[in-house]
């Protein structure tokens, strides 16, 4: 039996936890949207839904995990975890808290914990404040974030905007303290109406607590951190068996504009042809999308190649004076219909930098499930889809990853 299904507010964001439940042992396969509602659940330990709705709508966002946490008790899955990033990405109206809240009413729980800590990724929690690094999050580049600009670090007060119901906090001396006390002081914050705990995390060892204190709460929610002290927790023995990478040509495709992307394009520019989209010089959408089209027939099974719109703010701002407002969307549809025609041309691996496009890719792709396999960084595990012709898929958050990431992944594309 499936012991945790998990519902992922992005794609991105579902496989860094997929590789976090695989990392701790279980077999884990990864959905990319909503699952038709007669469909059966492959075998496995744990699986991940990932869902597009971290930036939608609330009442939406809500409405899809539901259908999906639906879904999964349907299929015998015993827990649920609602994943989200370890920035806590979201505005005053949600989507964490409203989400939150539907999932603690379907499943009867009266409390759950609210964990975004991720130690190994430089995400930790003290005192109810976020930090990035050694930064609070209202300092990181998280605060200009276009859509869920984040500029309070106190989860406690964040989650307090999203929700009318009490926050409470499970500071990390109680945290040290050990799992009885952890216990303990949930069942007093129950006791009192308590109905979300903020966390607080500083190293794996401290999630490992709570995951352990946590056991019998039927809902849990936090980043991959969490996920996988829990799936620690119940994993028999470590599982390292996976589906073998398809061999064949690769193609990257890059559209987050993340520092840590920028660098990896750089590398990646410096080894493989690579064609930039830019709406600066090709306003039209139509151009745009012919012109790098052509560059990809003249240049696929000539090995690796980069396709990228990935830019600097000075780019991204020329880029929306030509285009319009709607550049984004339109550089996430193109970079997706590129990956099907490279694929049509015999690409067997793609990489995919960003979530928005990660999420363009996938769909344009009719990707839905894939098993999760090795990772090639911490959080940004290999995937191969099922199908007649399976396809080796690593989709990478925008700031995951070292430098040399997307030539690494290359590595025995031909």
Same mark, same amino acid.
């Given at each position: 039996?499936?012991? @945790?299904?998990?519902?992922?507010?992005?794609?991105?964001? =579902?496989?860094?936890?997929? /590789?976090?439940?695989?990392?701790?042992?279980?077999?884990?396969?990864? +959905?990319?949207?909503?699952?038709?509602?007669?469909?059966?659940?492959?075998?496995?330990?744990?699986?991940?839904?990932a869902l597009k709705s971290r930036?939608? #709508?609330?009442?939406?966002?809500?409405?899809?995990?539901?259908?999906?946490?639906?879904?999964?008790?349907?299929?015998?899955?015993?827990?649920?975890?609602?994943?989200?990033?370890?920035?806590?990405?979201?505005?005053?109206?949600?989507?964490?808290? #409203?989400?939150?809240?539907?999932?603690?009413?379907?499943?009867?729980?009266? +409390?759950?914990?609210?964990?975004?800590?991720?130690?190994?990724?430089?995400?930790?929690?003290?005192?109810?404040? @976020?930090?990035?690094?050694?930064?609070? %999050?209202? /300092?990181?580049?998280?605060?200009?974030?276009?859509?869920?600009?984040?500029?309070?670090?106190?989860?406690?007060?964040?989650?307090?905007?999203?929700? #009318?119901?009490?926050?409470?906090? %499970?500071?990390?001396?109680?945290?040290?303290?050990?799992?009885?006390?952890?216990?303990?002081?949930?069942?007093?914050?129950?006791?009192?109406?308590?109905?979300?705990?903020?966390?607080?995390?500083?190293?794996?060892?401290?999630?490992?607590?709570?995951?352990?204190?946590?056991s019998s709460l039927a809902l849990?929610?936090?980043?991959?951190?969490?996920?996988?002290?829990?799936?620690?927790?119940?994993?028999?023995?470590? $599982?390292?068996?996976?589906?073998? @990478?398809?061999?064949?040509?690769?193609?990257?495709?890059?559209?987050?504009?993340?520092?840590?992307?920028?660098?990896?394009?750089?590398?990646?520019?410096?080894?493989?042809?690579?064609?930039?989209?830019? #709406?600066?010089s090709t306003p039209d959408p $139509?151009?745009?999308? /012919?012109?790098?089209?052509?560059?990809?027939?003249?240049?696929?099974?000539?090995?690796?190649?980069? @396709?990228?719109?990935?830019?600097?703010? $000075?780019?991204?701002?020329?880029?929306?004076?030509?285009? =319009?407002?709607?550049?984004?969307?339109?550089?996430?549809?193109?970079?997706?219909? %590129? /990956?099907?025609?490279?694929?049509?041309?015999?690409?067997?691996?793609?990489?995919?930098?960003?979530?928005?496009?990660?999420?363009?890719?996938?769909?344009?792709?009719?990707?839905?499930?894939?098993?999760?396999?090795?990772?090639? $960084?911490?959080?940004?595990?290999?995937?191969?889809?099922?199908?007649?012709?399976?396809? =080796? %898929?690593?989709?990478?958050?925008?700031?995951? =990853?070292?430098?040399?990431?997307?030539?690494?992944?290359?590595?025995?594309?031909?």
């Amino acid at each position: 039996m499936t012991a @945790l299904g998990c519902v992922a507010d992005d794609y991105t964001g =579902g496989t860094d936890v997929a /590789a976090a439940l695989r990392r701790a042992g279980l077999r884990t396969v990864l +959905m990319f949207g909503e699952p038709d509602p007669t469909s059966p659940l492959p075998a496995c330990d744990a699986v991940v839904v990932a869902l597009k709705s971290r930036t939608v #709508p609330a009442a939406e966002a809500v409405d899809a995990s539901l259908r999906t946490y639906r879904w999964l008790a349907g299929n015998g899955v015993r827990r649920t975890y609602f994943k989200y990033c370890s920035t806590f990405d979201s505005t005053d109206s949600g989507n964490i808290g #409203p989400v939150t809240d539907a999932l603690l009413d379907a499943t009867g729980t009266a +409390m759950t914990v609210v964990c975004p800590a991720s130690p190994e990724h430089g995400r930790t929690t003290y005192l109810g404040h @976020l930090f990035v690094g050694d930064v609070l %999050l209202s /300092a990181s580049s998280m605060r200009h974030h276009p859509l869920t600009p984040m500029t309070d670090p106190n989860l406690v007060r964040v989650l307090t905007r999203q929700t #009318p119901h009490p926050v409470g906090l %499970l500071p990390l001396n109680t945290v040290r303290a050990g799992v009885e006390e952890i216990r303990s002081r949930l069942t007093t914050l129950a006791s009192q109406g308590t109905r979300h705990v903020v966390v607080d995390a500083v190293t794996d060892a401290d999630l490992d607590a709570v995951a352990e204190a946590t056991s019998s709460l039927a809902l849990l929610t936090g980043g991959a951190g969490l996920a996988r002290a829990v799936g620690a927790c119940s994993a028999a023995s470590p $599982d390292h068996d996976g589906a073998s @990478l398809p061999a064949g040509p690769g193609v990257i495709l890059a559209g987050s504009c993340s520092a840590a992307t920028l660098d990896q394009v750089e590398q990646a520019r410096a080894r493989f042809p690579s064609y930039r989209l830019d #709406p600066a010089s090709t306003p039209d959408p $139509d151009d745009l999308l /012919a012109k790098a089209a052509s560059w990809l027939a003249d240049h696929a099974g000539r090995g690796p190649v980069l @396709l990228y719109s990935s830019a600097t703010p $000075d780019q991204r701002e020329a880029a929306v004076a030509a285009m =319009g407002p709607s550049t984004s969307e339109i550089l996430e549809r193109t970079l997706g219909s %590129l /990956a099907r025609s490279a694929v049509a041309a015999g690409a067997r691996r793609v990489v995919v930098a960003g979530g928005e496009t990660s999420g363009a890719v996938v769909s344009a792709l009719g990707i839905r499930t894939v098993l999760v396999t090795a990772e090639e $960084d911490r959080g940004v595990p290999w995937c191969v889809s099922d199908g007649e012709v399976p396809l =080796g %898929l690593l989709l990478k958050s925008g700031n995951f =990853g070292r430098p040399d990431l997307l030539v690494r992944a290359m590595d025995g594309a031909s």
